[in-house]
């Protein structure tokens, strides 16, 4: 079973919103990794976080530079992209992981081609259109003692042949607790769901 968090959010303005909001949880050497199609709203997510984290500075799109950094009140942030980079030693080569050993945190969009180069991330966040003018926003805690590629099954999964429900109250997830008070003060509404492989 995996628990995760879920949101449909509706346009730009929206998904700047809920990155603002989910900036409220990031801490130092966090790694959040984006998954979803092109246009899907990666980087407005990243720029409402980095709004919020880095207040004046505007993130914007690393798709040809591959990595921004902004400097924030408590610590920087890394905002890259690794959607045009065909090999490992690219990746390595942005030095991602040792910045974060340094305390900032890291959005990297197109993550998933990371592989196990960045170990396991704090935060996997999935976009897929959930209708015309709405995405479906996924917001994954993957457990820190797996094998790197067991959070991207996880996500594989979310999307995929699973049963996906509500978690009641009882069961309401601890891990989950921090980020949706965020979304609630912001008056952002979070589903906490749950996936079991069918």
């Not at 449909?8 to 809920?18: H, L, R, V």
């Not at 942005?94 to 935060?123: H, M, N, Q, R, T």
Request: proline content about 4%; some cysteine; overall charge negative.
């Amino acid at each position: 079973m995996t628990v995760f968090l879920e949101a449909e959010i509706t346009g730009e303005t929206e998904t700047k919103a809920f990155g603002g909001a989910f900036a409220e949880c990031v801490k130092p050497k966090d790694l959040i990794l984006l998954v979803g199609d092109l246009g899907a709203g990666k980087t407005t997510f990243v720029s409402g976080a980095v709004s919020r984290l880095c207040p004046g500075e505007e993130a914007t799109s690393p798709t040809f530079t591959l990595v921004h950094r902004y400097r924030g009140l408590n610590f920087d942030v890394l905002h890259a992209d690794l959607w045009r980079l065909d090999n490992e030693k690219e990746i390595t080569d942005l030095s991602i992981w040792e910045e974060l050993e340094e305390g900032a945190a890291a959005f990297v969009e197109w993550g998933d081609k990371a592989g196990e180069l960045l170990g396991v991330p704090d935060y996997l966040i999935s976009f897929g259109e959930q209708k015309p003018g709405s995405r479906l926003v996924r917001i994954f805690f993957p457990d820190q003692g797996k094998d790197p590629n067991e959070a991207f099954f996880l996500y594989g999964s979310a999307t995929a042949e699973v049963d996906i429900s509500d978690v009641s109250a009882e069961e309401n997830s601890g891990i989950t607790r921090p980020l949706k008070a965020a979304f609630c003060k912001n008056g952002i509404s979070v589903k906490e769901r749950r996936t079991q492989t069918v």
